[in-house]
């Protein structure tokens, strides 16, 4: 006995199937598409963004990383022209100290003062240690031209362009790692106006509100200069198209975020109704056929 609601099931199945490919294909060469502004948060978290070994400053330092994340609507630099933009590896041992953490790998250029995580080595005869959060690759300025990472101690401007200069982006945090005492970090916006704003942060004014400090030794105690973190939050009424972080000397950059325009194409909402109204005449006719 032939089970004709089984065949009719079957049928329309298949038919759906060839109708959907077949409308589908039509409408692709026949639909006009739009644009739609989105919001896209970009979070640039310990500078780990899909990077080859071979490509990576940290296995190759001579590797160019101004434009490593253009795609990201940001290009990078600094205002040296002897230097470099390179990463150094923050998950390190200091040298003739430890590491609590198991890092086994020497920070490189003696730069004890860059190790994140929790740690302790010798500092002026005594004892120091401390306790952050672990950053892994973090951005500096390179201070020579050798093949070990070792930060401009110095100092110097790291600038941050950002690639729409028609929209520019709401800049809201920056992450920063080893401020030198007795200095003042500056950060210079320039907003969408050409207008510009410089703001300046000592180390020892914990109760600037768009400071937060993320550093204690091990006792529980404040850790306000080498490796020091500190997190950075920025409220603009306008959208930035530059930063500019101003180190008074050694430092590092260990993350930024900011929220970009970017645009994403939508078909237009007849082709998709044409779809839908093809699909569902296909299933009505098979099933009065099955009948």
């Known amino acids: 006995m032939i089970n004709l609601k089984r065949i009719s099931t079957v049928a329309v199945v298949t038919a759906i199937a060839t109708m959907s490919s077949f409308t589908n ?11 739609e502004d989105r919001q896209e948060n970009i979070f640039f ?34 205002n040296l022209a002897d230097k470099k933009l390179w990463l150094y590896d923050s998950y390190c041992k200091p040298g003739g100290g430890t590491s609590f953490n198991g890092f086994s790998n020497t920070c490189t250029g003696g730069d004890k003062d860059l190790a994140t995580g929790k740690g ?4 002026n005869g005594s004892l120091y240690d401390y306790e952050s959060p672990g950053q892994g690759k973090v951005l500096i300025i390179q201070e020579n031209g050798n093949q070990t990472p070792d930060d401009n101690g110095s100092g110097g401007k790291i600038i941050l362009d950002f690639t729409d200069k028609n929209n520019g982006v709401l800049f809201q945090e920056l992450g920063f ?9 500056k950060f210079n916006f320039t907003f969408i106006d050409d207008s510009k704003q410089t703001l300046t942060f000592n ?36 959208r930035v198209t530059k930063a500019k972080v101003i180190l008074p000397g050694s430092g590092a950059i260990t993350y930024f975020k ?29 099933k009065r056929k099955g009948k």
């Open 120 to 123: 302790s080595y010798t500092k």
């Open 25 to 35: 294909i039509n409408s692709a060469k026949a639909a006009t598409f739009e644009y």
């Open 177 to 185: 790692l080893d401020f030198d005492e007795n200095k003042e970090i």
């Open 203 to 238: 180390g020892d004014d914990r109760s600037n509100p768009m400071a937060e400090l993320l550093s204690t030794d091990h006792n529980g105690n404040e850790l306000i200069g080498d490796n020091s973190q500190w997190k950075f939050k920025f409220d603009f009424d306008k």
């Open 45 to 78: 978290d310990r500078f780990d963004i899909s990077l080859t070994a071979d490509k990576n400053p940290i296995s190759n330092p001579e590797y160019k990383i101004d434009n490593l994340w253009e795609s990201y609507g940001v290009k990078m630099r600094t």
């Open 258 to 286: 900011y929220e970009r325009k970017t645009k994403r194409r939508v078909p237009e909402p007849t082709s998709a109704l044409g779809v839908v109204v093809g699909l569902f005449g296909g299933v009505s006719l098979i």
